[in-house]
């Protein structure tokens, strides 16, 4: 019986990709990445339910759990290019949500010591503080930007009585130390939070807030490459944060606090892989997919496929293959 299990659920892997144990370094030290479940979501200050979110993400793909996917614009297979494995479910504590957090830390270190690439699936986005500061915590503190795709800051400083919330992991990174005020960039902001004193924060911190009003007035193409230009100014990795709520619950409707003008799934799935293509990418989180607000598991099967986009960049770039190579099939239809 593995130590890391699933809490929720059958015991699959993500894509049927081998399992490993994170007490046996033997299973998992050569891999390039290493699946890891945070099923958490007691930091959640509205709709629940993603605690069953890493189970929802592996059990949402329609193809055989066979441990291949061949990319059809890239004509590569990240399963196959990468060694990836999946270390299960990190043992959640309901209710404690430091030491639920500190569990996931502690994982997460494990994984970045062996210089594979951490790949989160949550949860509510609470797990951010763990999962960056563990990254940062062998790469380096305050060596590691952070890019964030996300309807909401997270920057609150405290929620419901309490510094650790989903609404707050983003200022508790900063205040830490594990990451860095201006070299963390925000993308897909909109409604009507956060106040103006918690901007005004945002602000004294230097952080760069892409909100989905400049995206549409300049072009997300143009916002991304604005970020990638500052991400690794003076940083040697990144870490890429992706609550799902920054896609329109119009396309991703299974999560916890929705909000309406976001972007395209097309959109994001483009995005990531961009990201990982072209910057060193030293960990990843998937976060608030919430399966009783799902329709369809539409906004599992939405992560699942960031998870592939993600890890397909990962392998383009290490093979050095620099864009989209999709066509005509070979010898004509």
Not at 99 to 125: C, M, N
Request: hydrophobic share 40%; charged share 25%.
């Amino acid at each position: 019986m593995r130590p890391y299990q699933p809490m929720y659920g059958p015991d699959i892997t993500l894509f049927g990709v081998p399992s490993c144990n994170l007490d046996d370094r033997e299973t998992y030290g050569d891999a390039d990445v290493v699946v890891l479940g945070a099923p958490f979501d007691g930091g959640t200050a509205y709709r629940g339910g993603a605690r069953f979110g890493p189970r929802a993400i592996r059990d949402s793909d329609y193809l055989p759990y066979d441990g291949l996917r061949p990319h059809l614009a890239l004509r590569i297979d990240p399963l196959r290019e990468l060694k990836v494995v999946d270390a299960g479910d990190v043992r959640m504590h309901p209710g404690l949500i430091e030491k639920s957090l500190e569990s996931v830390e502690e994982a997460v270190v494990l994984i970045a010591e062996t210089g594979a690439v951490p790949l989160v699936l949550g949860g509510d986005h609470s797990i951010a503080l763990p999962d960056v500061t563990g990254v940062a915590r062998v790469r380096g503190w305050g060596r590691v930007s952070v890019i964030h795709f996300d309807a909401h800051a997270d920057t609150g400083d405290v929620q419901c009585g309490s510094l650790f919330g989903h609404g707050t992991p983003m200022r508790r990174l900063i205040e830490s130390g594990a990451a860095r005020g201006d070299r963390f960039l925000q993308i897909g902001l909109r409604g009507y939070w956060p106040p103006p004193d918690t901007l005004q924060w945002m602000a004294e911190q230097k952080m760069r807030c892409f909100e989905m009003s400049e995206i549409v007035k300049r072009g997300l193409d143009s916002i991304l490459d604005e970020a990638l230009e500052i991400a690794l100014d003076d940083c040697d990795t990144v870490f890429l944060s992706i609550d799902i709520d920054v896609v329109d619950p119009g396309m991703a409707p299974g999560t916890g606090t929705p909000e309406p003008g976001g972007l395209t799934s097309r959109q994001l799935l483009d995005s990531v892989r961009q990201i990982c293509r072209e910057v060193h990418v030293g960990g990843l989180d998937i976060v608030e997919v919430s399966p009783p607000y799902d329709l369809s598991n539409i906004t599992a099967m939405l992560a699942s496929r960031v998870a592939l986009e993600a890890l397909a960049g990962i392998a383009s770039r290490r093979r050095g293959t620099g864009h989209d190579v999709s066509g005509p099939l070979l010898g004509g239809l």
